[in-house]
């Protein structure tokens, strides 16, 4: 009778049940990210300075670096616990990041690399005052941005699987998932610090 009518394993409907919601947070995340940034609107004001949250931000993504770091030592010595609690803490920086993030942007004008009189245009003397480092500075932006969006699906569905114990699966994914997300960490500390003399 088993074998007419097979029972349903609970962690293959869990899986089905969380990949919609996974794939509409991932699309709404850099959406919503991309929307507050780049479309002209009136800043919010937040009853707080926010102008200081760039430094925090930096906080945050050197230890999400660490504890990423931390996380790769614990499971490569059989720390499991500690492996799982590291990468649960940076998840929450992470989601933290996010939230102040959008504070930040959503109650500061964008700033410009090069743009030593702080007034929001780069003038030609200011740009040649930059130099090559603004190719290096907006390289290094971009890709940290790109991988921004791209890493949350990649986040979200390697802790689905081992929270389902599905470690095979587990492991496969986070040999892709760890480096891009450290790459996140990384140059965000380094987008603060070039771009930080412009603030």
Same mark, same amino acid.
Request: charged share 10%.
């Given at each position: 009778m088993n074998e007419q009518f097979p029972i349903k394993d609970s962690s293959s409907t869990k899986a089905r049940n969380l990949t919609t919601?996974?794939?509409v947070v991932s699309i709404a995340i850099p959406l919503a990210v991309a929307f507050i940034i780049l479309v002209p609107q009136a800043k919010i004001d937040f009853g707080f300075?926010?102008?200081?949250?760039p430094f925090f931000h930096a906080i945050l993504n050197s230890s999400t670096a660490i504890l990423l770091l931390a996380? &790769?030592?614990f499971i490569k010595n059989g720390q499991v616990r500690a492996h799982k609690t590291a990468n649960l803490t940076a998840v929450v920086l992470s989601s933290i990041f996010l939230v102040s993030y959008v504070?930040?942007?959503a109650s500061n004008p964008s700033t410009r690399f090069g743009d030593l009189n702080h007034d929001g245009i780069l003038s030609e003397e200011e740009r040649?005052?930059?130099g090559a480092m603004r190719?290096?500075?907006y390289f290094i932006l971009t890709t940290h941005i790109v991988l921004s969006g791209i890493i949350i699906p990649f986040v979200l569905f390697t &802790?689905?699987?081992a929270f389902q114990e599905k470690f095979d699966k587990h492991r496969r994914l986070a040999r892709i998932t760890w480096p891009m997300w450290l790459y996140?960490?990384?140059t965000g500390v380094v987008v603060y610090l070039m771009i930080s003399p412009y603030y």
């Open positions: 919601p996974i794939i300075n926010t102008r200081s949250l996380s &790769l030592y504070i930040y942007h040649q005052a930059a190719y290096v500075y &802790l689905q699987r996140v960490a990384v």
